[in-house]
């Protein structure tokens, strides 16, 4: 028998099933925003408290950046082989945890230790939500849906500094994880209550009880329910890792490997070490806080303006013209230093890289086909997460080596050029 969901679901209306399976994800991925960024909001009270180096900061970042490649890589696939909803609910607990924990960190090893863990919670719950949300969203509207989805990353984050301007010059930096980890952990409830796995899923891998699950989410959906799975074709490799570098795939998967290490690169470094920078160019601890909410407020209108340029002109072309805008304003920022538009400056940064590194996932979750969706999505996203690695490192050692944010910026600046012309020639049918 043949049945095509897709077919289906851009026929007809969306369905209140399908918008809080939008929302929850959406709400994860705010969750994942607050836990990656809230050791940029407590890394000026760490240094002050603990007397540690920029140099040894980068290390403490890219422990954390390390754990997401981890997670992305070898931890998110896993959703192709156990479902979207299962891998969200262990990344979700795992952030809660682990999070919660290092507010008892008394030195650079445990938060090391610590980073690393929560990191793999953080980088496999990013991966399968985008999956989710793509295979529940009509073609038509998929793109903006995904980037909607991935803009709760931002707001997390902008929350987070919110909370983190008030809570840390009172309470103290161990505060701020714990109230990042309690709320990671409530989320667990509305994961196992309200979030419907991927229908994709329970016909491609015909799980126990697949049919009655699968019928339950069709009639929610307003779709005639099935009196049979259809017969499939069993995927040979668990974990299909090498259908990623086949014929077909080959070309383009190297090329969104190279962009978004190279756009990762660039917004880690920015959003690792933006508090730092203003507050060594003389803010208050409390307004170099703002500064990466500013930041975080101008990524999530990024975000929704990518996501609806890019249903409307396409991807590729969207993407390339706003990462590569972004680059020659990083480029420039040096004019703008000890101005009063740096603000400003800071939000259009965060407007544009982060617009188009999320893009980027929305780009990866189309290229794929079900079978393997989240294992590329995880592998695209592992690519970039080593260029994250690598950019608050470098970011560490350029600004211990003495140079000026001028100078940082003019620098980062080449990867976000190199990833909007990287991306505007990506090689696929699957993507316009």
């Known amino acids: 028998m043949i049945f095509n969901p897709k077919a289906l679901i851009d026929k ?83 952030m809660g945890v682990c999070i919660y924990l290092t507010s008892y960190a008394t030195s650079i090893t445990d938060l090391l230790i610590y980073r690393f863990i929560s990191g793999l919670g953080i980088g496999s719950m990013l991966a399968s939500t985008a999956s989710l949300a793509s295979e529940y969203t009509p073609n038509k509207t998929r793109d903006f849906w995904v980037s909607f989805v991935i803009s709760g990353y931002p707001i997390g984050a902008v929350v987070a500094g919110l909370v983190a301007a008030k809570v840390i010059p009172t309470d103290g930096w ?32 015909q799980p126990k009880n697949a049919l009655e699950k699968l019928n339950k ?8 329910p099935l009196e049979s799975l259809p017969i499939i074709e069993k995927i040979k490799s668990k974990l299909p890792v090498d259908q990623l570098l086949k014929t077909n795939f080959k070309k383009p998967t190297l090329q969104l490997w190279v962009a978004l290490f190279m756009a990762f690169a660039a917004l880690y470094f920015l959003t690792s070490w933006i508090p730092k920078l203003a507050k060594d160019a003389g ?11 500013v930041f975080n407020i101008g990524a999530f209108f990024g975000i929704i303006t990518q996501g609806y340029f890019s249903s409307k002109y396409g991807l590729k072309k969207t993407l390339g013209v706003i990462l590569v805008l972004t680059g020659v304003l990083m480029a420039s920022f040096g004019l703008f230093v000890g101005s009063d538009v740096i603000l400003l400056i800071l939000a259009l940064l965060g407007f544009g890289i982060q617009g188009g590194f999320v893009g980027l996932y929305a780009l990866s979750a189309r290229l794929y086909p079900t079978e393997f969706r989240t294992t590329g999505v995880g592998w695209a996203m592992g690519a ?19 140079l000026g944010i001028a100078t940082n910026f003019l620098i980062f600046a080449i990867p976000a050029l190199l990833s909007g012309l990287i991306t505007a020639k990506i090689d696929s049918k699957e993507i316009s």
Do not use: H
């Open 174 to 205: 161990q505060q701020m994880f714990r109230i990042a980890g309690i709320a990671s952990m409530f989320s667990v409830p509305l994961i196992l209550f309200f979030l419907s796995e991927s229908i994709d899923f329970y016909l491609r891998t």
């Open 384 to 402: 970039g997460r080593l260029g994250g690695i690598v950019g608050p490192m470098i970011g560490g050692l350029l600004i211990g080596a003495g």
């Open 283 to 293: 803010l208050s601890m409390e307004l170099a806080i703002y500064a990466g909410t």
């Open 12 to 94: 007809n209306p969306m369905t209140g099933l399908q918008y809080s399976t939008i929302f929850i994800c959406f709400l994860m991925n705010m969750l994942d925003g607050m836990d990656v960024l809230v050791i940029s909001y407590t890394a000026p009270a760490i240094a002050k408290a603990w007397d540690i180096s920029p140099q040894a900061l980068g290390t403490v970042f890219s422990a954390g950046l390390f754990g997401m490649t981890i997670g992305t890589l070898f931890l998110a696939p896993f959703a192709d082989k156990i479902g979207r909803k299962a891998i969200i609910l262990i990344s979700g607990i795992i």
């Open 217 to 224: 989410i069709l009639t929610k959906m307003n779709i005639q």
